[in-house]
């Protein structure tokens, strides 16, 4: 069975809550840098696909206020976990500030994460199919696989 949208979203937003947990409980510099490097590499296309897919059709298809003020926000969340992203790639890794931007920055995701899944995902489900759901899945993987940061 074809997985929607919103099943592949949820199975992605899993994987980097597992890689954050890895990356807090790690006291090797260099596994750490590893692990942000392996973070970033499936969170910033995750980001961007979300943006150019399920968010552009909240905003673009739907014509409903509700949608298209529910995909602006998730993308301006996306805009500050990028700008955290950033701070941290300016730090030492080892040093205390790195781990408190860090703290900042799973804060963000976890509460976006949390807000996509209830209200984004509600919106989603309201307003399309489950094979609409499934088109937006494939579209989502097409845009990713484009996407190099």
């Known amino acids: 069975m074809e997985e929607t949208i919103l099943q592949k979203l949820r199975q992605e937003h899993r994987g980097v809550e597992a890689i954050m947990a890895q990356i807090e409980a790690c006291e090797d510099r260099q596994k750490k ?55 941290l790639e300016g730090q030492d890794v080892n040093s205390s500030e790195w781990d408190r931007i860090f703290h900042s920055l799973k804060e963000h995701i976890r509460f976006h994460v949390a807000e996509e899944e209830s209200e984004l995902f509600e919106e ?26």
């Open 124 to 149: 989603a489900k309201e307003d399309f199919s489950r094979e609409e759901l499934i088109e937006i899945a494939n579209e989502f993987e097409e845009v990713k696989s484009h996407i190099h940061h």
């Open 33 to 87: 840098l590893r692990l942000f490097e392996q973070m970033k590499d499936e969170l910033i296309p995750h980001m961007e696909g979300e943006e150019r897919t399920l968010y552009a059709k909240l905003r673009n298809d739907v014509h409903q206020e509700l949608a298209e003020d529910i995909a602006e926000d998730a993308s301006d969340e996306h805009r500050e976990v990028k700008d955290i992203i950033r701070k």
